[in-house]
């Protein structure tokens, strides 16, 4: 948890912070200032996520212990943490396209993604926890 909270932190500051900037921009009509905010946002998030994904596989035998991993819990936590790390640019961008999509006023757009996402995660965790 402390890990994919990291994760939410990181991209939520490229999605408030560029959302910010975007509206602002939006107000003095500049559109090329806006589609260059969405863009450094969209792509600045993708490499820190590689960057951070590719420090926590890294780093994954200590942090997993300083998280709190025992050795009879290691193997499993190590089984879900490789996956949190190889994930961890699409789990960062997610945090960032409801919040440009809002400042751009999409709202109805971002709340659509939202509901569609929450539903994917209810269909697929039980085939995925109990079948899978």
């Known amino acids: 948890m402390p890990l994919f909270t990291m994760l939410m932190a990181v991209g939520n500051i490229f999605g408030q912070g560029g959302s910010s900037l975007i509206s602002r921009l939006l107000g003095q009509k500049d559109q090329a200032g806006v589609r ?3 863009a450094f946002c969209f792509y600045t998030t993708i490499f820190l996520g590689i960057l951070i994904g590719a420090a926590m596989l890294l780093l994954r035998v200590p ?8 050795e009879e819990t290691f193997s499993h936590a190590s089984s879900y943490y490789t996956y949190l790390a190889i994930g961890a640019p699409a789990i960062m961008l997610s945090f960032i ?9 999409l709202s109805k757009e971002s709340m659509a993604g939202t509901i569609l996402g929450a539903v994917v995660n209810i269909v697929l965790d039980p085939i995925f926890i109990s079948v899978l």
């Open 36 to 38: 260059h905010a969405s």
């Open 63 to 70: 942090l997993l212990y300083v998280l709190g991993a025992s």
């Open 97 to 105: 396209h409801s919040n440009l999509l809002r400042s751009e006023g």
